[in-house]
């Protein structure tokens, strides 16, 4: 055991000489700041947006009290005023943006048919968006395996390069404590970074203090041994350090940039997604045909779906609001399967992607991060039907002026119901990824670990 | 001398079973990338034209309705794919594909590929261009960086030195030699995509087609060269393999991991944009309270009305040959129009502006000079995006200000009546036509210029490097 330390101390010695080594390492700290900084600005950003909104609907009100100074029939009001669903992101976003530039973070609704309004993208920069977010869980995912990489793809080649192995070997110290010590010692200067990062990010994201500190520690350390893992597979192979940069960068390449990529094709064809776009023909469809439809025959399908209302008077007039927003919502009604179908084979492919990330751990830790910050594809569908029962509540709430021919007065807008979500941890698919990370990285440490014994190491 | 040293490299690398190796990985990957491309854009342009049908269709077959009602039905325009985009998706994976357009409101491009999968897009696309941009150049790194350091350790630079050839012929040699070795991989590829692309029925094989692929293919030319000179002179002036390998890729993961995303994600921190419910609110405002205030909407109206009875020489609305709602409704979606207008340049301004940091990056990093390039030709660029979506709201515009000019021809009383269903069939249907080359080519003179800039600064600094190198 003392010779661990004591080699363990002169490594520390030998990289604090190496000057570039040093740097590298101080040029990632930098990066990981500046991704820290970039996340929680970002995350900042969103939440102005999201702070003016109420303002929006605030002026929207107000243009509509000068518009119907008295009383007014709640069919205009409805018609006229807009309001918005919108999704908080957590404190753990800023660490984790995840598809939040993709998503639209809120949705603006009118009383009319849903599914026309559910899908409104947000400005965009197309070209900023295909870029990527430079956020913490870019560089823990991306940049943190080439760190590892650069620390030890000449772990023990160099040293039997320059004729120092030999030497060292014939000391009474096994080969197992000399890569044991030179590994460990990597392992601590780089978990040390990551883990520095990591919590720098929590404080100044100012994450509230749960079990995800620990997830998001664990996913970290976990993470970092298993390209470690890879490093002592590709050091037990014994080649020259040329032949192992080429290996592990290969091993990178192949982890985090060929398999997602190929994954991604072969999910998309695996798992096709029926066309948004048919729903929202479909229902625009509906909707317009209810202008040219007999009104008995719209009030009675309302009706059926809706009987509290049956008792109301049956409709003589050219247009009433109430036969309007029937057949608005029956309109809906008609695309219910389509709509559900949409948001169902997305989560289909999410979840054959969650399956199939074993494959990579570099996909596994994204969505697992992603998971905790609740930045996901699951957490922007889970807002899209907290958005769509707001619309439910919205309707509920003007059906009764509707139907009773209650006027409309400016006392109501403030009962009118408001909406507010915020983005939910994946928990289960954070710790399920966690689970298939401690075997991605259980299986490098036997593997590296069957071939030094097949193979051990040999001083020359 | 110069052309044995580049036939002796040549061999030697086809010999090389690692070369041998990765380059099979990367053709097999170009060609699959390829294949996976046409089959995409296939897919994908079918869709879109037989929605597009699908709505023009319905369009035409309206019973009879009242203009107005027809403005608020309204019709979808979806962005057909372009030719080469099978190649390069650029950014047609993060941009909408279809637009609903109405009247009063201009909506947003919705329906993007990216907002249809989970984050495993954000890893990257597999396309041609991806393998081209970021993978090529691995391989090339691989393939060069032992070009002068194991002359060197191994002794052989002498010998050769003692030939009587200077640095420079050696050097250029070399260079000739893994050019060659390059374009046996990449050629095949581009090869069957030029096929694909001239003998598929649903390309229309224009002369534009032709230098749009011309110039792609001479881009990734220079992109190479330079790739490789660049690599040889690293190799030339590092002390070890070992450290010319090391330091080709820490350039590789600086200009093609790094640099993109930081310099796209500063932009975008440097110059703000605001949501699409903010600018709608202030459009919305604009057109109401008119522009900075002046002439508000009801001003407008009141005298649209007082112009027209005067015109007509009559005192009641009742009286006038044209229906004032309808004329009313198409001053107020001009005025509409050419506020929203306004801001959508603005927003575009922005969003140049937040590009432009990546373009002029296109001069430290060559990466950052092929890519709009090549986007850029393969017309998936942000550019082309906005084309479009111009394109869709001239459209609109123009079908919108058709029907209110049909209702405002119907008369005094038009709200209780309808058009006949055969009116309908009389209005044009959206169809885009992409714009040329000649187009696009201005915007794409930076990331030219660039490449050029680095291929002969390259060739030429470079060169003159080497030949102050030491030789032992």
Known sequence: MRNFWILFSYEGRHFRAAKGLVLLCCLLLATGLYGIYYGTTEIERQRQHLATLPELTRRNVEELKVKFPGPADAGDIGYYHTTFAVHHPDPWAALSLGLRDVNPSYVKLRLLGLQNQLYAADNTNPMKVLSGNFDLAFVLVYLFPLLIIALSFNLLSSEREEGILVLLLAQPVGPATVVGAKLAFRISVVLGLALALSVVGMLWAQVPLDMRVVAWLVLTILYCLFWFGVALVVTALQRTSAVNAVTLLGVWLVLVVLVPSLLNLGVAAARPVPQGIELTIKQREEIHAGWDRPKAQTMNRFFALYPQWRDTTSIRERFVWRWYYAFQHLGDQAVAPQAAAYAHRLQQRYDLVEQLNLLSPAINAQSSFNALAGTDLPTHLQFQRSAARFHDSLRAFYYPFLFRKVEFTHADYAREPTHTFTSQPELGTAYGGLVKLLLSVAAMYALGAGLLRLRPISPR | ?472
């Open chain 2, 1 to 472: 001398m110069m052309d044995s040293i580049a036939q002796k490299e040549f061999v030697s690398t086809l010999r090389d079973r690692r070369f041998a190796v990765l380059s099979v990985l990367v053709l097999a990957l170009l060609l699959a990338a390829t294949l996976v491309g046409r089959a995409s854009y296939r897919t994908l342009q079918q869709e879109r034209q037989l929605a597009q049908g699908t709505v023009n269709e319905q369009f035409r077959n309206q019973p009879a309705r009242h203009p107005h009602r027809v403005a608020h039905y309204g019709s979808f325009a979806f962005r057909p794919k372009s030719g080469l985009s099978l190649l390069d998706t650029g950014v047609d994976s993060f941009t909408g594909s279809a637009v609903y357009l109405e009247a009063h409101q201009q909506n947003s491009v919705n329906f993007s590929q990216a907002q249809q999968s989970g984050s495993l897009l954000r890893f990257g696309e597999m396309t041609v261009a991806f393998v081209l941009q970021l993978l090529v150049p691995l391989l090339i790194i691989f393939l060069c960086f032992g070009a002068f350091t194991q002359e060197r350790e191994t002794g052989t630079l002498k010998l050769l030195l003692s030939q009587g050839v200077t640095l420079r012929q050696v050097a250029w040699g070399k260079i000739w030699g893994y050019s060659q070795a390059v374009a046996l991989v990449v050629t095949p590829a581009l090869a069957l995509a030029a096929a694909l692309l001239f003998t598929g029925e649903e390309f229309s094989s224009g002369v534009d087609l032709v230098a749009r692929l011309t110039l792609f293919v001479l881009g990734y030319g220079v992109y190479f060269f330079l790739i490789v000179v660049g690599a040889v002179v690293v190799s030339a002036k590092q002390a070890s393999s070992r450290a010319a390998l090391v330091t080709l890729l820490g350039f590789w993961i600086l200009g093609c991991i790094i640099l993109p995303k930081a310099t796209a994600n500063l932009g975008a921190s440097l110059y703000p944009t605001t949501t699409k419910a903010q600018m709608d609110a202030e459009v919305h405002e604009e057109a109401q309270h008119g522009i900075n205030g002046h002439d508000p909407q009801d001003k407008r109206s009141a005298e649209l009305k007082a112009a027209l009875l005067k015109k007509y020489g009559v005192d009641t609305e009742e009286k006038l040959p044209v229906s004032l709602a309808g004329l009313q409704m198409a001053a107020g979606e001009e005025y509409s129009a050419k506020v929203y207008q306004q801001h959508f340049a603005a927003l575009n301004a922005t969003y140049e502006r937040q590009n432009r940091l990546s373009d002029w990056a296109g001069l430290l990093n060559p990466y950052q000079a092929i890519r709009p390039l090549s986007m850029g030709l393969a017309g998936s660029d942000f550019a082309h995006y906005v084309h479009f979506q111009q394109a869709a709201e001239t459209y609109r515009y123009n079908l919108v200000q058709r029907l209110n000019q049909l209702q405002a021809d119907m008369g005094y009383g038009d709200k209780e009546r309808r058009l006949d269903a055969s009116t309908w069939r009389q209005l044009p249907v959206f169809t885009y036509q992409a714009p040329p080359l000649r187009w696009v080519l201005p915007q794409l003179l930076l990331p030219i210029m660039a490449l050029l800039l680095w291929a002969g600064l390259l060739s030429w600094l470079g060169l003159r490097l080497i030949s102050k190198t030491p030789v032992a």
